[in-house]
């Protein structure tokens, strides 16, 4: 059990991406998700969050207003499109599954690397 993020990649500052998570040997419909990242030499941060139904998010204050996750039940894939990027936001993004209410996050998988040049 295990998640897996994908779409990371090089883009200019100013431009933007889409980062994908998805479950695998498990259905990620039944579980709340959390990005979070890890900038070089940095603590990993707690970027943004949706609930199992997808009314409700959190975002960090550093990404309000410039990313946006979303989840498609149907693909059982929980997305986080990343607009406006700086080279700050450079780092490895990584999706936990978990308890929303609880704000624990039970399941981890390896991160997409986003990386944003000047």
């Known amino acids: 059990v295990q998640l897996q993020a994908s779409g990371g990649g090089l883009v200019q500052a100013g431009g933007s991406l889409r980062i994908s998570c998805v479950g695998s040997?498990?259905?990620?419909?039944?579980?709340?998700v959390l990005w979070f990242r890890q900038r070089p030499g940095k603590e990993r941060e707690e970027v943004s969050g949706?609930?199992?139904?997808?009314?409700?998010?959190y975002y960090n204050s550093f990404v309000r207003g410039r990313f946006t996750i979303s989840r498609d039940h149907a693909k059982s894939t929980v997305y986080l499109e990343l607009n406006r990027l700086t080279p700050e936001d450079t780092a490895v993004y990584y999706c936990?599954?978990?308890?929303?209410?609880?704000?624990?996050?039970?399941?981890w998988g390896q991160g997409a690397q986003v990386t944003v040049s000047s």
């Open positions: 949706i609930d199992t139904s997808g009314g409700a998010s």
């Open positions: 040997g498990f259905t990620l419909d039944n579980w709340a």
């Open positions: 936990a599954a978990g308890d929303w209410q609880k704000w624990r996050w039970d399941y």
